[in-house]
């Protein structure tokens, strides 16, 4: 037995799961004994063989609740995605035992996989405690405190653990790094950067500092390290999408023309999808079929492909092409959601709003999410089954939001960052630019100060509405609109709540529909023709607040002075 328990361990350190498997299958009396019984589990699982993982470990917890058995089981149960099951079963163990790390330590990790950011924060400290050294810990507290914007803590305990000279170095100056991007802090991070690529050969760093250039302005250079790396990485849709970025700004390199060569060149599937919606979102339908039926015949996915295409046809006003897609049994894989959610988009395009209605909310019953509820109501609006919102339950007006002398260090600041233009080809604002990352990031004090103001109104408009007004602020940017320019109408699907805040309106906007917010029009085809319900004045130093799925965008903005505002979402936590 000594001798078969040291190959197995032997097999298990060098990963091979298969070999275990043969082996133990061969003799299932050794199963009888429970360390052996809980290796081949766990080799099940490391293969992706669920179901007899699953059944093995029912089997031995019904003869030993082993806390580490139990843990295993946990690990796997979080796998096959049943989190709710997965949690109740670490739960037990601590029940048993709340000092036992690696219960405490999954339990973070699945926390953090459901995107409860705050009970994975808490987990984590909880382990840390048992635990203060495990790296595995550490990294996921830091990442964790970033999902919530803390910025400043996560970067205080990843510079307090370099400073104790941890195993993991490499992995906390590569944290520390995305850390001072988020904070706009440029210099320390290229400082950094230029560290780091000139001791570790990493694509990693390299993509980082390649970020950093664009954000100091230095494009070409930022394209040339990208262009690099692509020779190594051809299908990498990071760096794809950071040369793409790149190029909207540059006047000598067309982004389209260069991501159609790109993709002549591959049939990577992410690559050509990404690619393919932008030349959908950009109008350039024709050129985005050719492309399609080119790589069908060669494509191994064929599937995402496809309704790719029934997307296109669409838009290209081939309602029937695109139904009879879109309604293939075949489209039952992972694409089938993204299938059912474009059929009922044409549906709605081709004025079947009954199909597109019982489609919609049989969707909705699943999963509740921003994209599904605003097909809703554009659709009942149709049928007539839904008046136009209310404007005063949803949407909440504050006036003389700032104190004067703060609005007007908020102007000065903004005026300008916005000097330093970036075109963003698939943001919504068209005719002016907007700020990358969040703006609440920067560390000036003004705009501290006027974050603390912000989420105090949030916090009144939650109670308003009788819910929790616990949550972050996940994305804040400005935009400085320029005359002729508009907001084409969009939702926000990362927060639960958003709002404009109007920084610097010219009088030219007290013109009827000059420059106004609207709202309720669906901009989801331009076969789908949806009117907005309401229209708001902006107002300076006034906040907008409403519920993030709800579609808005501007009227046309007609002014020799811009149009600049301070937008965010507000996401509550749903711990």
């Not at 019953?365 to 209310?390: F, G, N, V």
Request: glycine share 4%; hydrophobic share 40%.
């Amino acid at each position: 037995m000594l001798r078969l328990q040291a190959t197995l361990g032997e097999l298990y350190k060098n990963k091979k799961f298969d070999s275990i498997i043969e082996l133990l299958e061969k003799e299932p009396r050794l199963v009888n004994n429970l360390e052996i019984a809980n290796l081949l589990a766990v080799s099940y699982r490391k293969v992706g063989d669920y179901l007899r993982s699953r059944s093995l470990f029912e089997r031995i917890l019904n003869v030993s609740a082993h806390p580490g058995i139990t843990i295993s089981y946990a690990m796997l149960l979080s796998e096959m995605k049943e989190y709710h099951l997965a949690c109740n079963t670490l739960q037990s163990v601590l029940n048993s035992n709340p000092n036992n790390f690696d219960a405490q330590y999954n339990l973070a990790l699945i926390y953090k996989e459901l995107n409860q950011n705050t009970n994975a924060l808490k987990a984590f400290e909880k382990a840390l405690t048992l635990n203060q050294s495990y790296q595995g810990a550490n990294v996921g507290y830091i990442l964790t405190l970033i999902s919530l914007e803390l910025v400043d803590e996560a970067l205080k305990h990843c510079e307090k653990l370099l400073e104790e000279n941890t195993k993991y170095h490499f992995t906390l100056l590569t944290i520390k790094a995305d850390i001072l991007l988020k904070m706009f802090n440029l210099n320390d991070a290229k400082f950094l950067l230029e560290q780091l690529n000139s001791v570790y050969n990493n694509i990693d760093t390299k993509l980082k500092y390649a970020q950093l250039l664009s954000l100091e302005g230095n494009v070409k250079e930022s394209n040339n390290i990208l262009e690099n790396l692509l020779q190594h990485y051809p299908t990498n849709l990071v760096i794809h999408n950071l040369l793409f970025d790149n190029l909207v700004t540059s006047v000598d390199r067309n982004p389209l023309k260069y991501y159609a060569l790109v993709s002549k060149k591959t049939n990577n599937i992410d690559l050509l999808t990404d690619y393919f919606r932008k030349l959908i979102k950009l109008d350039e339908c024709e050129n985005a079929l050719i492309l399609i039926n080119s790589k069908l015949d060669n494509s191994v996915e064929k599937s995402g492909l496809m309704v790719l295409k029934a997307v296109v046809l669409r838009e290209l006003g081939r309602l029937d092409e695109s139904l009879a897609i879109l309604s293939q049994t075949t489209l039952t894989n992972s694409y089938s959601d993204i299938a059912k959610y474009e059929k009922a988009i044409t549906l709605m395009c081709a004025n079947d709003f009954t199909s597109a209605y019982a489609l919609i909310k049989e969707e909705l019953l699943k999963i509740p999410s921003h994209k599904w509820i605003t097909l809703e109501y554009a659709c009942a609006k149709k049928l007539e089954r839904k008046s136009p919102i209310d404007l005063t339950s949803e949407i909440m007006i504050e006036s003389e939001v700032l104190p004067a002398e703060l609005l007007k260090k908020l102007k000065v600041l903004l005026f300008e960052i916005h000097q330093s233009k970036k075109i963003l080809m698939m943001q919504s604002i068209r005719g002016g630019n907007q700020t990358e990352g969040n703006l609440f990031h920067l560390d000036n004090p003004e705009l501290k100060t006027v974050k603390q103001i912000l989420l105090g109104k949030i916090e009144s408009y939650c109670k308003a509405k009788a819910q929790t007004s616990n949550g972050i602020i996940n994305g804040a940017w400005s935009i400085f609109m320029e005359s002729s320019g508009r907001h084409v109408n969009h939702v926000h699907s990362n927060g639960t709540f958003s709002a404009c805040f109007y920084v610097s309106i010219p009088d030219d906007c007290l013109k009827e529909g000059n420059g106004w917010f609207k709202c309720g029009g669906a901009n989801i085809s331009k076969h789908f023709h949806d009117q907005d319900d309401y229209y708001i004045k902006p107002v300076e130093n006034s906040l907008v607040i409403f519920p993030s799925n709800l579609s808005h965008g501007t009227n046309e903005f007609i002014s020799l002075q811009p149009r600049i505002t301070l937008a965010f979402d507000f996401k509550q936590n749903s711990d």
